[in-house]
């Protein structure tokens, strides 16, 4: 027989105790259920909170249509490929006129999908010309609490308060013939905003005041192009910042080749070159490993990133040419590599020694990079369609294929179990 349990008034020393030892351990699991969890980490710029494409929800959607796990769809106006960013309620992205002579800032509400800011970043009396294949709102932007920095290329760089749309301050003095339109994205490491400018004209890096603009480095690339063709020396990249035993570098890939530098200084650290030209896809770091993607030349290579100086003689792990990318970027799961290039042929190969363990022909162009997530890689592709696959290091797993009017130049974001989708022309959320 269980003794009754007799009701005693408790001290406030004695209720201190209580919440410690019996709520403490409450509160900790809900701080790590998938509810807190989805807003511990923000989809603050391109390719997420770590640059890599890789998400914590537990349960994003495998199978969706334009009437199938869809919570919301709004149309975007203008011509633009940037990806959305997240921050708390507030979905950010840019767009442009497809003549160029608007530039904007768009924010939506992530609950219900309504525009509540558009705000008129620049106009431009005399855009530069643009590839049909590009837009003039290409750069994805980065957010932060009460801040979002958007960049148009040469045509202009500003920052704005989230909260009324003001424009903060804005930079229009930083040159670039881009000659095929921008597409490099910036990144915000500290304090400050850093930015390739690949052009046909001038090559170099800058690193801005993220508070104020003003330049706080600035370093012209060192490379030997080897021609006098700019149209081979432009390049798309966002570049990376990591630290690798202690020392802190941003690695920034350009047509040639790829260099590092110190993020606080600018100065040069090491630069590797591999040939090829306009690159796009961003850099990751991984297993001691800095894998970067290149059109043309070695293609998609590992450096170890401890050298000085030019290290294309001594510190290239592996290269690997077969079926890589041009635009979209790759993804690192444990291990392995995933990627799909321009034509949609997917591959898996090892990190540490750029051995192939499959390759699949799934079909159509791709642009957007996938992302990854409990297991599963998303791809999404330039008509109309979007696949799920097993991160599986040992076979080729479809597991989903998905429909929607109008294909994707963007690449994804997420906030908690839920995709944010950019097509050509519209903004989805899609969950369960």
Not at 308 to 316: E, Q, R
Request: aromatic share 10%; charged share 20%; hydrophobic share 35%.
């Amino acid at each position: 027989m269980v003794p009754p349990v007799r009701s005693k008034p408790y001290s406030l020393h004695a209720l201190a105790r209580l919440m410690k030892t019996r709520l403490l351990p409450v509160v900790a699991l809900l701080l790590l259920s998938p509810v807190f969890l989805a807003g511990a980490e923000h989809w603050n710029q391109f390719r997420g909170p770590r640059g890599d494409g890789c998400a914590d929800s537990p349960s994003l959607p495998l199978q969706w249509s334009e009437t199938r796990n869809v919570s919301w769809k709004t149309e975007i106006h203008g011509k633009a490929w940037s990806s959305p960013v997240v921050w708390r309620e507030q979905i950010w992205l840019t767009s442009a006129t497809e003549d160029g002579k608007q530039l904007f800032a768009i924010c939506a509400d992530a609950r219900t999908g309504r525009i509540v800011q558009e705000i008129t970043v620049f106009e431009i009396a005399e855009p530069m010309d643009c590839y049909p294949y590009n837009s003039y709102a290409s750069s994805t932007p980065v957010v932060e609490q009460g801040r979002l920095w958007v960049h148009f290329g040469s045509a202009g760089t500003a920052c704005l308060d989230t909260t009324d749309g003001r424009v903060l301050w804005s930079r229009q003095d930083l040159p670039c013939d881009h000659w095929r339109g921008p597409g490099s994205s910036p990144i915000v490491f500290r304090d400050l905003l850093i930015v390739n400018f690949d052009g046909y004209d001038l090559q170099y890096v800058v690193a801005l005041d993220k508070h104020t603009g003003r330049t706080v480095w600035k370093a012209d690339r060192s490379i030997d192009y080897g021609t006098d063709n700019g149209d081979l020396k432009k390049g798309y990249c966002t570049p990376t910042v990591f630290e690798h035993q202690g020392r802190l570098q941003v690695v920034s890939p350009a047509a040639v080749g790829t260099v590092a530098y110190d993020p606080l200084t600018g100065k040069e650290l090491w630069k590797v070159y591999h040939g090829g030209f306009n690159p796009a896809a961003r850099p990751l770091y991984s297993h001691g490993l800095v894998i970067i993607n290149t059109e043309g030349g070695l293609r998609l290579l590992a450096v170890r990133p401890d050298g000085t100086g030019d290290v294309t003689k001594t510190h290239l792990a592996w290269s690997y040419g077969r079926a890589t990318p041009t635009r979209p970027s790759q993804l690192i799961v444990r291990d392995h590599l995933y990627m799909v290039n321009d034509q949609g042929i997917a591959t898996c190969l090892d990190v540490r020694t750029g051995v192939p363990a499959w390759t699949q022909r799934m079909g159509g162009r791709h642009s957007a990079s996938p992302i990854y997530a409990d297991g599963r890689i998303w791809f999404f592709d330039e008509e109309n369609r979007s696949r799920v696959i097993e991160a599986n290091c040992r076979e080729f797993r479809l597991l989903a294929e998905n429909p929607l009017d109008s294909g994707c130049m963007a690449s994804p974001a997420v906030i908690g179990d839920a995709l944010i989708l950019r097509t050509k022309t519209h903004l989805y959320r899609i969950e369960r």
